[in-house]
């Protein structure tokens, strides 16, 4: 366990942002299920829809990772 304040805070911010980092990933793995099952049913309107959804997610994402 951490001693010195600074470190305690590091310990708050990080599992923070674990937490927020797995509903994004989360979310983003929904959204590409959602654009595999428009593309199997041949559905091209929702497929596009959900592939714009899909690729928003992941740039944001991409941003927070890196």
Same mark, same amino acid.
């Not at 923070?16 to 199997?40: F, L, P």
């Given at each position: 366990?951490?001693?010195?304040?600074?470190? !305690?805070? @590091? #310990? /708050?911010?990080? $599992?923070?942002?674990?937490?927020?980092? &797995?509903?994004?990933? %989360? *979310?983003? !793995?929904? @959204? #590409? /299920?959602?654009? $595999?099952?428009?593309?199997?049913?041949? &559905?091209?309107?929702? %497929? *596009?829809?959900?592939? @714009?959804?899909?690729?928003?997610?992941i740039?944001?994402?991409?941003?927070?990772?890196?």
């Open positions: 366990m951490a001693n010195m304040k600074n470190a !305690k805070k @590091a #310990i /708050k911010v990080i $599992e923070r942002r674990r937490v927020e980092n &797995n509903n994004y990933e %989360a *979310s983003m !793995k929904t @959204a #590409i /299920k959602n654009v $595999e099952k428009a593309v199997g049913a041949k &559905n091209k309107e929702k %497929a *596009s829809e959900a592939l @714009a959804t899909a690729t928003k997610k740039d944001k994402l991409l941003k927070l990772v890196l």
